[in-house]
């Protein structure tokens, strides 16, 4: 069931309490609401006047999450921590970082090392024991297994991170931190539109530092088993 980002906008700045789902404050126009409504009782939520929230039996935080990524709603599939790169897109991402003799360059969350075979030299870093070690057993250099407590300098940051809870942006602002030169990174494609701060703060961020953020097609990752909508940020220091 495909969305608009509309409605993806609302559920986005929904908030869950338990098995509860309150909408945002805000007076919605009727067609939005039905529309928003739909999508909640197609995956179990039902109004209740009196609690002036949607009941489900379970928390709905993953399959609202999913709904965020992929802009439908898909049940059998709820885990989006791990999207393999697929290698035409691994390409484009390091064409796009312009790499250059002598520098240095890590691969963050790199799974199977879909971006970093195309890196002669880069490191990995990555947190999922079955992936480190077929790394490691696949020649790839891996020197770390949380980013998020990596400290390391690098001329270039090439990335697909995980999406799930905007953590995309969580990743990308720790690059910042680390990185000369450039970042070319996937992200959730949520992050063209959703309107809570921590997203407006990253475009700012982005718009600060002359950085582009670009749709990808809607098929990118139709291989690796998702329909997730994407983007590509490029950021120069």
């Given at each position: 069931m495909r969305i608009n980002d509309d409605v993806t906008n609302v559920l986005a700045n929904s908030?869950?309490?338990?098995?509860?789902?309150?909408?945002?404050?805000?007076?919605?126009?009727?067609?939005?609401?039905l529309s928003v409504n739909k999508v909640l009782t197609a995956i179990g939520g039902k109004w209740n006047s009196s609690k002036k929230a949607h009941v489900f039996s379970k928390d709905p935080s993953s399959i609202l999450e999913e709904i965020l990524l992929t802009g439908?709603?898909?049940d059998?599939?709820?885990?989006?921590?791990?999207?393999?790169?697929p290698n035409s897109l691994a390409i484009q991402l390091v064409e796009m970082a312009c790499i250059q003799p002598g520098e240095t360059i890590l691969e963050p969350s790199a799974g199977k090392g879909k971006i970093a075979r195309h890196i002669p030299g880069c490191d990995c870093i990555e947190l999922?024991?079955?992936?480190?070690?077929?790394?490691t057993d696949n020649g790839f250099n891996l020197v770390g297994d949380d980013f998020l407590k990596f400290e390391r300098d690098y001329d270039v940051i090439v990335a697909n991170p995980p999406f799930a809870n905007q953590?995309?942006?969580t990743h990308i602002k720790h690059m910042s931190m680390m990185v000369r030169r450039c970042i070319v990174s996937v992200m959730s494609a949520s992050v063209l539109f959703r309107t809570n701060p921590k997203t407006l703060k990253?475009?700012?961020?982005?718009?600060?530092?002359?950085?582009?953020i670009e749709p990808l097609p809607d098929d990118t990752f139709k291989e690796?088993?998702?329909l997730v909508k994407t983007c590509v940020v490029k950021i120069n220091f």
């Open positions: 908030k869950i309490e338990n098995s509860l789902l309150f909408l945002p404050p805000e007076q919605l126009d009727r067609k939005l609401y439908e709603f898909i059998t599939k709820t885990d989006y921590q791990f999207f393999e790169t999922n024991l079955d992936n480190r070690k077929y790394l953590q995309d942006i990253f475009r700012a961020f982005v718009d600060k530092f002359g950085g582009t690796s088993g998702t």
